[in-house]
Nanobody, 120 residues
Framework: QVQLVESGGGLVQAGGSLRLSCAAS????????MGWYRQAPGKQREFVAR???????YYAGSVKGRFTISRDNAKNTGYLQMNSLKPEDTAVYYC??????????????WGQGTQVTVSS
């Protein structure tokens, strides 16, 4: 079994910062792409950022220059550093990862989500 657990969400004022973490655990052989998505109330889930196993990063235009995605492969953990937060960044943030387990089966996993609220 593989599990993703996010942490680090909370309430912050506009202009502030938060750092989200996503820890993968279980029967993991390797993690390919790790990513972050978010879903605001009444809206569809949207892509935020992703990072490959080699460290290449991609960002949604709305967060580029403010958010930084990173990962620690030794710890099977991904991070999302969010700076200059805006009220429109308020959403539940979900971690996503493309993982090969120890039986070499590849699956797409999601965390349970962590709430980020930015007050104006």
């Amino acid at each position: 079994q593989v599990q993703l657990v996010e942490s680090g969400g909370g309430l912050v004022q506009a202009g502030g910062s938060l750092r989200l973490s996503c820890a993968a655990s279980g029967s993991i052989f390797s993690i390919n792409i790790m990513g972050w998505y978010r879903q605001a109330p009444g809206k569809q889930r949207e892509f935020v950022a992703r990072i490959t196993s080699g460290g290449s990063t991609y960002y949604a235009g709305s967060v580029k220059g403010r958010f930084t995605i990173s990962r620690d492969n030794a710890k099977n953990t991904g991070y999302l550093q969010m700076n200059s937060l805006k009220p429109e960044d308020t959403a539940v943030y979900y971690c996503n990862a493309d993982i090969f387990d120890t039986r070499f089966t590849k699956n797409d996993y999601w965390g349970q989500g962590t709430q980020v609220t930015v007050s104006s």
